[in-house]
């Protein structure tokens, strides 16, 4: 039991970076170099922390029947968020289905990681010995750079997402 766990204290971290970007891009309006700096920030943030996340972090999670359903829980919220940032990107940011279309990102993606921090990762903690935090925060570490470098932006209409 690792009630400190370095892993889940970077997750948290990485949350509130987050949480900043989402404040950023809600006080910009119009399709203004600002909006698309951010947005592309909080893109490219997102798809490299869920990915990291992903691989450091629930693929032991999905190991243990103790915490697996909500591992898998936030894997698929992982996915659609994901296609939500795709929907976002294909979208006219001047106009106002964008700003509609960023709330609703906005509030799914703070209730997905607010559902962690609450609910997900007291039970992680209890899972994680050293060891295991040490691998998973090396891990996490070295898949958020890698992940950050490769990710894009990629517009795609909801309607034309792939089931």
Same mark, same amino acid.
């Given at each position: 039991?690792?009630?400190?766990?370095?892993?889940?204290?970077r997750?948290?971290?990485?949350?509130?970076?987050?949480? @900043?970007? &989402?404040?950023?891009? +809600?006080? /910009?309006?119009g399709?203004?170099?600002?909006?698309?700096?951010? !947005?592309?920030? #909080?893109?490219?943030?997102?798809?490299?922390?869920?990915?990291?996340?992903?691989?450091?972090?629930?693929?032991?999670?999905?190991?243990?029947?103790?915490?697996?359903?909500?591992?898998?829980?936030?894997?698929?919220?992982?996915?659609?968020i994901? @296609?939500m &940032?795709?929907?976002? +990107?294909? /979208?006219?940011?001047?106009?106002?289905?964008?700003?509609?279309? !960023?709330?609703? #990102?906005?509030?799914?993606?703070?209730?997905?990681?607010?559902?962690?921090?609450?609910?997900?990762?007291?039970?992680?903690?209890?899972q994680?010995?050293?060891?295991?935090?040490?691998e998973?925060?090396?891990?996490?570490?070295?898949?958020?750079?890698?992940?950050?470098?490769?990710?894009?932006? /990629?517009?795609?209409?909801?309607?034309d997402?792939?089931?």
């Open positions: 039991m690792n009630q400190q766990a370095t892993v889940l204290n997750l948290k971290s990485d949350h509130d970076r987050q949480r @900043e970007l &989402l404040d950023r891009i +809600a006080e /910009t309006s399709d203004t170099e600002k909006r698309r700096e951010l !947005f592309t920030e #909080l893109t490219k943030e997102l798809k490299s922390h869920a990915a990291a996340e992903e691989q450091a972090v629930y693929s032991e999670m999905l190991a243990d029947p103790e915490v697996s359903d909500e591992t898998r829980h936030s894997v698929a919220e992982h996915h659609e994901d @296609e &940032l795709n929907d976002l +990107a294909a /979208t006219d940011m001047s106009s106002p289905a964008w700003l509609q279309k !960023f709330k609703q #990102l906005d509030e799914r993606y703070r209730h997905h990681i607010n559902e962690e921090e609450e609910d997900h990762f007291p039970d992680f903690a209890e994680i010995d050293d060891a295991m935090d040490k998973m925060t090396d891990t996490f570490d070295e898949r958020k750079k890698a992940e950050k470098e490769a990710a894009e932006i /990629t517009p795609e209409k909801m309607e997402a792939k089931e």
